[in-house]
């Protein structure tokens, strides 16, 4: 599993560094930003879920690996 | 090195202000499908049911007053408005009986929550940083030890109200120091939000009067921090620039503006309507004591169902919105709480489900406006909570049929008589 944000989309509500803060980290304005490749370590798969589930402007791109 | 004399001049304008106005119209409303309003009792008292039969029927609701005005109620078409800035303006953002003129914009009175694009983005940079996450993480010690201090003062009482003795004094002291304003002018800040919020339907002398009251307070602010600087964010806008130039005036006085009136009345209303819950519904308490770690999610749902904040936008040009037959300079009345109970978004939208875990509310808005106070609200807002059910573990309502609600776009208890303990 893979997290990217959509920054056409992300206005810095800071759902995800909130519910997932190993994953996404906030930058110098707020906005939400994931450190290195987006790979989701194994048990964080929900916390991700989560983050991409509550984000209000639905930026939080989860891309499910096979 | 210059002297900056940008403030020393009158700021009052010579004569009524450009713009339009309107006849002023109060008295119950008729039918909320075509004559609504936001500041009348019955829905300062329980906007719900209205929102939710016109979302049944309607869903568009139109008024003829505030010289006409339009109010979606469901969740995608406060979304579509809020994410539509090129036929909805943010020049006024108080659906009121004035209309300031067309040339506010891009700029607007209090930016860059007035201001539209391409303005907006740059006037919204300046203050991004000084509202991270972790630039109000600084602030939390010391809004613990005020909150912890405000119930030292309960002690004793057997009848509190956690609206003006606890809830209003909170973000009153946070916005204060972080502006660098003096602690003990809280009192008259309460009386500048009642005024620029719930004000709206007074005389346009009165509430001119009103807002001079307001800018001639920070006017003196302003200059006290140009002789003095400080680390404070009324220095940082002070000297602050854009496009190589220092700010105009009217912006910093606007800024702060801003600042002074969305830091106060909205986050004393979410901590007010979360305890007022809490009061009523002894379940959600006593698990939120029980199982402390559940509050930052219990908050998100809390904020969902007692959104405080109403915007409001201008409708741009003549058009046909959704079967909405809309007139350039109507008002649109963008309930984010109407559109945090639209069952069409969230499951058992009408109810509080205090572990709702998915929940992609939209209490601070959406789009390029999202209130840039967010982290700050839910800073003091979790702080809040944590202390009182640390506190004061046990309580309910005193009497149901006291507790208060402000009028207009934000909503939260003005009167809230809370029994503390289990008596």
Redesign the interface.
């Known amino acids: 599993m893979k997290v990217q944000i959509d920054p056409g989309r992300c206005?810095?509500?800071?759902r995800c560094?909130?519910l997932a803060p190993g994953l996404f980290e906030?930058d110098?304005?707020?906005y939400g930003r994931v450190p290195g490749d987006g790979a989701v370590p194994p048990g964080q798969e929900q916390a991700a879920r989560?983050a991409a589930?509550?984000?209000?402007?639905?930026a939080v791109v989860l891309t499910e690996e096979a | 090195m210059t002297v900056d004399d940008r403030f020393t001049g009158g700021f009052r304008k010579q004569g009524p202000p450009a713009g339009t106005r309107n006849e002023i119209v109060t008295g119950p409303v008729s039918d909320w499908a075509t004559d609504f309003s936001h500041l009348e009792p019955e829905w300062a008292a329980d906007p719900y049911p209205i929102q939710d039969d016109l979302r049944a029927r309607c869903p568009i609701a139109h008024t003829g007053r505030f010289g006409g005005g339009w109010l979606p109620t469901r969740y995608e078409d406060v979304a579509a408005i809020a994410y539509d800035t090129e036929r909805f303006s943010s020049r006024s953002i108080i659906m009121s009986n004035y209309r300031p003129p067309a040339e506010t914009a891009p700029v607007g009175a209090t930016p860059p929550i007035s201001s539209d694009p391409p303005f907006h983005h740059d006037a919204r940079k300046l203050l991004l940083p000084a509202f991270t996450k972790k630039a109000v993480a600084r602030r939390e010690e010391a809004t613990r030890a005020f909150c912890h201090s405000l119930v030292d003062a309960l002690e004793g009482a057997d009848v509190v109200d956690a609206a003006r003795d606890y809830a209003q004094h909170i973000p009153i002291r946070v916005i204060a120091d972080m502006l660098g304003f003096p602690p003990e002018d809280g009192p008259r800040f309460s009386r500048f939000v009642e005024s620029a919020l719930e004000g709206v339907n007074l005389p346009p002398e009165e509430r001119m009067a009103r807002m001079d009251e307001l800018f001639d307070y920070l006017y003196d602010q302003i200059r006290d921090h140009v002789d003095n600087p400080r680390d404070d964010l009324t220095t940082y806008l002070v000297e602050a620039e854009l496009y190589g130039h220092k700010l105009q005036p009217n912006h910093v006085a606007g800024t702060i503006a801003l600042l002074l009136i969305a830091g106060i009345d909205t986050t004393w209303s979410a901590i007010g309507a979360s305890l007022w819950h809490l009061a009523k519904t002894p379940a959600d308490r006593e698990r939120l004591v029980a199982e402390p770690d559940l509050l930052p999610t219990a908050m998100e749902e809390l904020l969902r169902a007692y959104a405080p904040v109403t915007m409001a936008r201008l409708v741009k040009e003549d058009m046909s919105w959704r079967g909405a037959d809309m007139r350039a300079d109507d008002w649109v009345l963008l309930s984010f709480p109407a559109a945090n109970r639209d069952p069409e978004q969230f499951e058992r939208a009408g109810e509080v489900v205090i572990d709702r875990e998915v929940n992609r509310h939209v209490a601070f808005g959406l789009g390029i406006h999202r209130c840039v106070g967010s982290h700050l609200a839910r800073m003091e807002l979790r702080v809040a909570l944590e202390v009182w059910l640390e506190r004061i573990p046990v309580f309910g309502l005193a009497d149901p049929a006291a507790v208060t609600w402000a009028a207009g776009q934000v909503r939260g208890p003005r009167t809230l008589p809370l029994r503390l303990g289990g008596a």
Request: proline letters at 6%.
């Open positions: 206005q810095g509500h800071g560094y909130d906030e110098d304005e707020g989560l589930a509550n984000c209000p402007e639905r």
